[in-house]
């Protein structure tokens, strides 16, 4: 496993931390502060500078500052690193109320630790002490110098030994930085069933503007936790300041930008606290999630690829593991199976060349089987009808064909018709003396109770040590909070539950971990609902959308993108017309589409066509090939489906060495006397020559129409590609290309003449 956070995951009843004490590589330096210390938090190309001036101040963040010393000089305001209510600050990130009804805090700091977390990792530590009341605040930093990230989080104490305090708000980040620029552009992403991801970009005004979710379970419906924050008028792809940022968080979420009189810029972020004051216990602490953030000087392109390869080298599961090709059963068989058409679907998939089969829902269930999604979710017993030959008979299936299995499980919920629901009524989310109300005919199970935790886990650990040939698990979650309340948590404590709930949720996952670390893990909410940073610590991918029009999927993947790495982002192709468009593209376009992701199917290959096989069979060679450079290449964005004419769109992933790099290009809608090219490419090495070579053709098009630049066959250099760019001609809408780059080497040959001289 590549990354730190992911191991221990021992959760108390009072914290969800991943840490414990083996991560420390180095011994920790703790020191009382003298006050002006000035602490620089560096990466390979960003600083943060923080100072001890009473409490902890920020004077700083932004490209690497040789002499921070200098900020003393130059002086200014000094905006608390993190602002807890008090004082004249009426709003802050924390608000604590005190046993004695006293509302402020007064945080002074005490002492601060620095420690290697690994090579490269390092984490610095303030501990603020309240000047009166037993409360403690551990403020951390931990920045990542490969990929200039820095997650921030916090943890509050309550050190009284006996009363409870309350918070009523409890943010991971709580910043402010003086004037950094004189007009600001806010990227965010408005995300829905089917149409996640949806990029608007705004310019920043005077006041506060709030992004959030308030489901619960669907942490990434309505918008997604992350955004991008554009410092100055000219911020491009490739130029100027932008400072992105992600919660690690599943649940209900804020993000709240905030521009002054001053012109101040404030970044709140955590735990939506609308509708929860959390009750702190006596001598037990609280652990927000993690708030992300890098800071690029290289426009959008560089922040995206700051956060992919943080995310692939320290976040994901496994993020270093080349993704398989799979298809998943949802869109080809939904609930209508049975063992010789699963059979034949692992026949079908192994003759496109994948290899993984996954069986999605539908499968379990015998008093109340699940048969459509009205019964049975909640019995995970394998349904006798359906697969008389139980699991067993389709791992042996997937063996036989040298295919891997998965299979589709929602754990979190049930169906009032089925036998949990009838032997364990209390176990799901309720209010007393309200109706219990329905989404999809299904309930949320209560994972804030401990029991409901142990059976959940139960679930997913009897079904893979029963069958270890389960190589993935495909996790989903189709539906929100209604009456948030449990029967578990005492009368005082019913807010809990929307923090306890993911708690819960992360335990149990991190459980799950430990005990089978090599199967797979997919996250999925009725698509892209659970698309966060705190889910994918614990799985490998997620289900980017329920829609797979590839059309629509341009603009979502792009969306996604712009956060989340193209190894997480599941890509499926499906038929036409559409499930959920109607709209029909070629086959081409489809593939080419799902290409810039994890690529899979959705679909029933029995129903392909013989030429659309053929056709599929080559473009799976095709995809295996640049596979690698896709999945953990650099990605840059060439020509956005959401500016400009909004015709076309094109983007380019390279290997981190520059030696191969494969450019997408596609045309949504034919304009005359419109031409898209040349398209300038990006993160090419200039000085390197390149072989470019237009892959996965359609031979079956009429040969004018097969090939989409001229320069295909051709070498060039990386300046020139950079720099005149590479003509791409559309011939109709939905007409797309996939274009290999490979740098040339010098022949060994030339090399041994030259040794020889
Ligand atoms: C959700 C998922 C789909 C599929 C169905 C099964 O909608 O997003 O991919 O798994 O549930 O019921």
New binding site residues.
């Given amino acids: 496993m590549s990354n730190t956070t992911q191991t221990a995951h021992e959760f108390e009843s009072t914290s969800f931390g991943h840490f414990h004490a083996g991560f420390w590589v180095t011994l920790a330096m703790t020191a009382q502060l003298a006050s002006a210390d000035l602490f620089t938090i560096n990466t390979k190309n960003t600083s943060l500078v923080l100072t001890n001036w009473n409490s902890i101040h920020q004077l700083y963040y932004g490209k690497t500052l040789a002499n921070p010393a200098d900020l003393q000089t130059v002086g200014g305001h000094k905006p608390e690193a993190y602002a807890a209510r008090g004082g004249w600050n009426h709003f802050g990130g924390l608000g604590v109320v005190h046993p004695d009804g006293n509302t402020s805090l007064d945080m002074k700091c005490a002492t601060t630790t620095v420690k290697t977390i690994k090579k490269g990792v390092k984490e610095h530590i303030f501990e603020l002490k309240d000047a009166h009341y037993p409360f403690r605040i551990k403020l951390h930093y931990r920045a990542y110098h490969d990929s200039d990230v820095i997650e921030t989080w916090c943890e509050f104490f309550n050190d009284d030994p006996k009363q409870a305090i309350k918070l009523d708000r409890f943010d991971s980040v709580a910043m402010a930085m003086n004037a950094p620029a004189k007009a600001y552009e806010l990227d965010h992403y408005v995300s829905n069933?089917g149409s996640e991801f949806q990029l608007q970009r705004e310019t920043l005004g005077y006041g506060t503007k709030t992004i959030q979710n308030r489901a619960g379970v669907r942490g990434s419906f309505g918008a997604n936790p992350s955004f991008m924050l554009a410092l100055g008028e000219t911020v491009t792809e490739t130029t100027g300041e932008v400072i992105a940022g992600a919660l690690a968080w599943s649940g209900t979420w804020h993000v709240s930008i905030d521009r002054n009189q001053h012109n101040q810029i404030s970044i709140n972020a955590g735990i939506n606290p609308a509708n929860i004051t959390y009750t702190l216990d006596a001598g037990k602490s609280f652990l927000t999630p993690k708030f992300v953030m890098t800071h690029s000087s290289a426009g959008r392109g560089q922040a995206s690829r700051n956060l992919h390869l943080w995310a692939r080298k320290h976040q994901l599961r496994e993020g270093d593991r080349l993704r398989p090709v799979l298809l998943?059963s949802?869109?080809g068989a939904?609930?209508t199976f049975d063992q010789k058409l699963l059979a034949s679907m692992m026949d079908g998939v192994k003759t496109l060349g994948g290899e993984l089969f996954v069986l999605?829902?539908?499968w379990f269930g015998n008093k109340h089987p699940r048969n459509h999604?009205r019964a049975g979710l909640g019995d995970w017993d394998v349904n006798h009808k359906k697969l008389p030959g139980g699991i067993k008979f389709l791992t042996d299936a997937a063996k036989k064909r040298g295919l891997k299995f998965g299979i589709?499980v929602?754990p979190e919920m049930v169906n009032p018709k089925s036998e949990l629901y009838e032997t364990h009524p209390e176990w799901i989310i309720q209010q007393p003396n309200r109706p219990n109300l329905l989404a999809?005919t299904q309930a949320v199970l209560d994972l804030a109770n401990p029991k409901v935790q142990d059976y959940v886990f139960g679930v997913v650990d009897k079904l893979l040590s029963e069958n270890p040939e389960i190589y993935y698990i495909?996790w989903?979650a189709?539906r929100d909070f209604s009456h948030p309340g449990s029967t578990y948590l005492t009368a005082d404590k019913q807010q809990h539950i929307w923090v306890d709930y993911i708690r819960g949720l992360y335990g149990v996952l991190a459980k799950l971990e430990k005990k089978h670390p090599t199967v797979i893990f997919k996250a999925?909410?009725?698509?892209g609902?659970r698309v966060d940073y705190g889910i994918l610590n614990y799985c490998h991918e997620f289900?980017t959308?329920?829609n797979t029009d590839s059309l629509r999927r341009i603009y979502i993947q792009w969306g996604t993108g712009q956060i989340y790495p193209a190894c997480a982002m599941a890509a499926h192709v499906s038929i036409v017309p559409n499930h959920q468009t109607k709209r029909s593209e070629p086959l081409k376009f489809r593939f080419d589409v799902a290409m810039t992701g994890r690529m899979g199917f959705?679909l029933n290959p029995a129903k392909m066509s013989k030429t659309d096989v053929k056709f599929a069979q080559a473009a799976v060679k095709c995809y295996k090939d640049i596979r690698p450079i896709v999945q953990q290449g650099l990605l840059y964005r060439l020509v956005s489906p959401y500016e400009g004419t909004k015709n076309y769109a094109s983007l380019l992933y390279t290997t981190a060495d520059k030696s191969q790099a494969v450019v997408f290009g596609y045309c949504m809608r034919k304009m005359m006397s419109e031409s898209l090219a040349p398209v300038k490419l990006a993160g090419l090495d200039p000085k390197a020559t390149y072989r470019v070579k237009e892959i996965n053709i359609d031979t079956a098009r009429p040969k004018n129409r097969q090939r989409h630049t001229h320069l295909s066959g051709k070498t060039l250099t990386g300046q020139s590609l950079m720099q005149i760019g590479m003509p791409i001609q559309f011939f109709n809408d939905y007409d797309s290309c996939v274009i290999k780059l490979a740098k040339i080497t010098p022949k060994p040959k030339a090399k041994a003449k030259a040794k020889k001289k």
């Avoid at 999925?524 to 698509?527: D, E, P, R, Y």
Wanted: glycine share 12%; charged share 40%.
């Fill in positions: 069933w998943n949802w869109e939904y609930f999605d829902d539908g999604d589709w929602e999809r495909k989903d189709n999925c909410a009725s698509g609902g289900w959308s329920d959705e």
